[in-house]
């Protein structure tokens, strides 16, 4: 019985009915309604877990993301983090997060993945971690590639976070499960992965409808669309 879950995710949508904020979910008939799946997505901000959670709602689907264990050792968001049973990870003992996902998805759960491991600086597709596909394989469950473009713009890693800013619209694209021949290698298929949450992310961004309000606000916006992000092999530098 979902005790805690709920009521987070309805604080969430008060919040954003609160700030106004402009979501827009498409894509979501991918979610399957029934049984396990990794739901692999890009990573902009702090706060990506929350609308990839949301954008799984349409299905009526509750997301078990993968979160570094230190979440889950603070006083305030860890009985929050436990209670919506999300699935810790001990970098230094992965063995263990990897198997309790696996049972995860086996009992018919969706687990939420962002196999950049950490925020993207340039606001595109870093390397990935071969751990989404690897679940997926283990587990037999579909891979659905989902971005998220938006919420950088509310708290992202070197700026300044804005919580409470008023009317900032959240896209959220959602794509096809990712097919996986048997004997396609966990890197070949992590490559297949990459292309296609770079396309999901280019067409979110493509089809956002604000624009900096000036030159001092062209910092959220990747490079090769006119903005001041660092390039992807300076901020992997």
Request: hydrophobic share 45%; glycine share 8%; aromatic share 6%.
């Amino acid at each position: 019985m979902e005790l805690v879950y709920p009521p987070v995710v309805a604080l969430a949508k008060t919040m954003f009915r609160v700030l106004d904020m402009k979501i827009e979910i498409d894509g979501a008939e991918h979610i399957p309604s029934t049984g396990g799946a990794v739901l692999a997505s890009n990573h902009v901000s702090y706060l990506d877990f929350i609308f990839c959670g949301l954008g799984a709602q349409p299905a009526k689907r509750l997301v078990r993301f993968m979160a570094k264990d230190a979440v889950f050792r603070h006083k305030i968001s860890g009985p929050l983090m436990r209670g919506m049973r999300h699935i810790p990870v001990d970098r230094d003992a992965g063995a263990a997060s990897f198997r309790a996902a696996t049972e995860a998805l086996r009992n018919g759960e969706v687990v939420g993945v962002f196999p950049e491991a950490t925020i993207s600086e340039s606001f595109t597709v870093k390397e990935l971690k071969s751990g989404a596909v690897r679940l997926a394989r283990t587990a037999k469950v579909p891979l659905i590639p989902m971005a998220v473009w938006g919420p950088h713009r509310l708290w992202t890693k070197g700026h300044k976070k804005e919580l409470t800013k008023r009317h900032v619209p959240v896209l959220i694209k959602i794509g096809e499960a990712i097919e996986m021949p048997k004997g396609t290698s966990p890197d070949a298929l992590t490559a297949i992965l990459k292309e296609r949450l770079s396309g999901l992310l280019d067409a979110a961004q493509r089809a956002y409808p604000d624009k900096p309000s000036g030159p001092d606000d062209r910092w959220w916006l990747p490079a090769h669309l006119g903005g001041t992000a660092p390039l992807p092999e300076t901020a992997a530098a």
